[in-house]
């Protein structure tokens, strides 16, 4: 069974930084493609960035020049370092993958908490 696993939300202060992960584990045969989205309350899940698995990126034009995703394909774990935090960040992050076990299938994680507040 094929599970995305996150850690690393929490509270911070306006201005701070946080490091997000995602783990991919189970039995499957490949990774195309890995994200972060985030879901504020009352609103659809938004795409914040995502890498392919050759490394290649793009953010939302909210996140850019502050946030930066990367990916360690041997560990099956993308990140996400943030910066520059504003309380318009908090939400629940979710960590997406692309992922083939027979076909290529949409898999989430269960989504960690990050508040930017002082």
């Known amino acids: 069974q094929v599970q995305l696993v996150e850690s690393g939300g929490g509270l911070v202060q306006p201005g701070g930084s946080l490091n997000l992960s995602c783990t991919a584990s189970?039995?499957?045969?490949?990774?195309?493609?890995m994200a972060w989205y985030r879901q504020l309350p009352g609103k659809s899940r938004e795409r914040v960035a995502h890498i392919t698995h050759a490394g290649v990126t793009n953010y939302a034009d909210s996140v850019k020049g502050r946030f930066t995703i990367s990916n360690d394909n041997a560990k099956n774990t993308v990140y996400l370092q943030m910066h520059s935090l504003k309380p318009e960040d908090t939400a629940v992050y979710y960590c997406?993958?692309?992922?083939?076990?027979?076909?290529?299938?949409?898999?989430w994680g269960q989504g960690t908490q990050v508040t930017v507040s002082s």
């Open positions: 997406f993958a692309n992922i083939k076990i027979n076909t290529y299938d949409a898999f």
């Open positions: 189970g039995s499957f045969v490949a990774i195309s493609n």
